[in-house]
């Protein structure tokens, strides 16, 4: 005797929400995304299916496998995805939840989707993301991509965010988180200080390197 599952015919699709690292094909013509975790080595689309990562000829999302695309109801709980360390750099997508699907507690795991809206964060130094530069990690044929400001591009392969929407396709909409909230400067404890003061330090000495060999530059220009 087989169980068989409440089935849901919804008027229209589910929506749901999920995060991932934006990607580049090494021409620069395509621009897509990949999974944080076990579909992170299979790039996908704005308009994707799914498959069976593990390679099994069943469709996916399978009952007995963890197969197909996941994503959670909640916006909150995939922001708060946001906050590891390994996942600092990915992006917050709005997805619609397409084909077969299976519905848990938190979210859906199922066998199409589009990607409606890729929300990017700010720059690891705090700015405001203006590009979508390289991360220095990648995929066979793609390149990991991160939010930077222009003040921290230094030269990087990089694509804008609308110029990213356009190679991504599909009516996609990429939109700019804004910077981070910074922190009052009586809510720092001692710890606190010392690391900004030791950052803007740091800053400080590579502006004077910069100088430096700026200088060293005109002098060897002269006749």
Do not use: N
Not at 10 to 32: C, F, N
Not at 34 to 47: H, K, M
Not at 117 to 132: E, Q, R
């Amino acid at each position: 005797m087989r169980l068989r599952l409440p089935e849901e015919h919804p008027t229209e699709p589910p929506t749901g929400y999920k995060i991932a690292h934006p990607v580049l094909s090494h021409d620069g013509t395509r621009a897509g995304f990949t999974g944080v975790s076990l579909g992170g080595a299979l790039p996908y689309g704005v308009l994707a299916d799914a498959s069976c990562v593990y390679g099994l000829r069943h469709r996916a999302p399978h009952r007995r496998c963890d197969c197909g695309f996941h994503c959670v109801h909640e916006r909150a709980a995939a922001e708060a995805l946001l906050c590891t360390a390994e996942h600092r750099a990915a992006v917050l997508l709005e997805v619609t939840v397409l084909g077969r699907y299976l519905r848990f507690e938190l979210g859906f795991r199922y066998a199409r989707q589009r990607v409606r809206t890729a929300t990017v964060g700010p720059c690891s130094c705090g700015a405001g993301a203006v590009v979508l530069a390289d991360a220095g990690w990648g995929r066979p044929g793609w390149r990991g991509l991160a939010p930077s400001c222009a003040g921290c591009l230094r030269g990087r392969t990089s694509v804008s965010l609308s110029s990213f929407a356009r190679l991504a396709g599909e009516g996609l909409r990429v939109l700019a988180g804004g910077a981070a909230v910074p922190v009052p400067v009586e809510d720092l404890g001692v710890r606190e200080l010392e690391a900004e003061a030791a950052l803007l330090q740091a800053r400080l000495d590579w502006f004077q390197t910069q100088l430096a060999a700026l200088g060293e530059r005109d002098d060897d220009s002269r006749p």
